[in-house]
């Protein structure tokens, strides 16, 4: 009986001790922006992040509200429900990105890349989107409501948008 016990014991001791062991693959949010820096469901909220270099970075559910990103890299990122609420992006580079589901609502895009990016389901509600390139974008689902989308190009890679263009591309 006492061996059982003690084996038991053994066991669970070892199991708890490389339960509370941190993972390698957790998120890091204090890390310095960089490509492929793994920012999963971290807040910066108000920051600064004007012109970083973000490629290839797990933003997966995290929020930059009213966040600056103006001019920044964020091509091929997984922003899967990242959240950039009233987020100023202007001439951020999103090619590429993964960004299902994502939130920018009332942020501004104007003269945004968004070539080849998954924006399906996505919330663009009263975005200014003006002269943004959505070339092979992919935006079924996506929420468009009130959004600005004079002179964008559109996902054909062709068709430019009407001035005044709000909710759709005229």
Not at 28 to 35: G, H, K, L, V, Y
Request: charged content about 25%.
């Amino acid at each position: 009986m006492k061996t059982t016990i003690f084996a038991a014991f053994a066991v669970l001791s070892t199991f708890l001790g490389t339960a509370l062991v941190p993972s390698a693959a957790l998120a890091e949010c204090t890390d310095p922006a960089q490509p492929k820096v793994n920012w999963r469901r971290c807040y910066f909220d108000g920051r600064d992040l004007s012109s970083v270099k973000l490629a290839g970075a797990m933003l997966r559910d995290a929020t930059f509200q009213r966040a600056t990103l103006k001019d920044a890299d964020l091509s091929e990122t997984d922003g899967y429900r990242a959240k950039f609420f009233s987020a100023t992006m202007p001439g951020v580079k999103l090619d590429g990105a993964r960004l299902i589901e994502a939130d920018f609502t009332r942020a501004d895009l104007t003269g945004a890349s968004l070539k080849e990016t998954d924006l399906r389901n996505a919330k663009l509600v009263n975005a200014i989107l003006q002269k943004a390139d959505f070339t092979g974008a992919r935006l079924g689902g996506a929420d468009l409501r009130h959004a600005d989308l004079s002179g964008a190009t559109w996902i054909d890679g062709t068709t430019v948008c009407a001035e005044k263009s709000v909710g759709q591309c005229n």
